[in-house]
């Protein structure tokens, strides 16, 4: 499909300071927007300035949250190139979450294409200082001006590009994390697996709670019986018990598939380590922690890529992990996957595409 392309007359000053660029508040010089429509498809994708979009008050993605998003990285690698890490596992799960909304399909092929050609336009804004990239945020939002409820018939999907800082300034410090065992985020059947903004609605008073005890993220538990481990919101989570690399299994549909997550597995994999993707209880980790068995736990996703948890609040009781440092596994794999995305060691595995 022929993309248009209507670039900005006045680009804007890049930022000068890329040790201060922080996350999601600057945005590029021009944005993706592609619309479908029922009978036609998607259709007519542009480039154009970044701006505000127009809606009608009552468009119904507004209303009933029927949106579904993307988030992922470019990077500048030292030779200058500019790179994508696993861009079409993003795409294919853009689709599953689209699925499960009702959303029309997106064609990776085509989607991969206006990221490229966006990328293409705007690669000045990847930042070069170490640690920082490009984030990219693909999202899809039900526009018809309708009140009513049912799937939408109009869509517009959009590609925005924010420069974004290191994650980690100063090491890898790790973070304090609350169980939360009175909210629940997704449930068997529910939305859990995909990317839509009603997930992050449903975690916004935790997270607040969470806030004001000092903690900086919550740890949900399943949505049934609030007892065993789902994920981080924003993260998925990792446990290492003895020389056991555990994870809680995607089958029940309530956690999101990360990417990182899916890397970070094959990665130990790879490295002969021993890695269960199965159900684990927060009694399960209480009990290797004071046992002495639990060796490091740790979030995946791709703003942070590895996050090593210090502590972790259960109740009333507080488990300090590892000495509130991280840990060798959670290291190495946080040495590897930078590597591979920043283009500074070698990507065996075929992960990162070339702009
Ligand atoms: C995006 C996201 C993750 C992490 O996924 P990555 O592909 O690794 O970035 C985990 N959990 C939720 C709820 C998410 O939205």
Redesign the pocket.
Known sequence: MEIKKNLTTSPKAKPTDESKLGFGHIFTDHMLIMPYDEGQGWHDPEIVPYDNISLSPAAMCLHYGQTVF???KAYRRADNKIQLFRPE??FK?LNKSNERLVIPELPVDLAMQCLRELLEVDKDWVPSLDGTSLYIRPFIIAVDPFLGVRPGSQYLFIIVLSPSGAYYASGLDPVNIYVEDKYV?AVRGGM?FA?TGG??AA?LHSQDDAHKLNYSQVLWLDGVEQKYIE??????IFFVIDDEVVTPTLEVGS?????????AIELCRSWGMKVSERRISIQEVADAYDQGRLKEVFG????AVISPVGHLKWGDKVMEINDNKIGAVSQRIYDTLTGIQWGKIEDTFGWTVEL
């Open positions: 993307e988030g992922m596992e993003n799960r985020r859990g990317k997930n992050y975690s994920e981080v919101g924003a993260m998925n956690i999101l598939g990360g990417i990182t997550r899916k890397s995946t996703g791709t703003a």
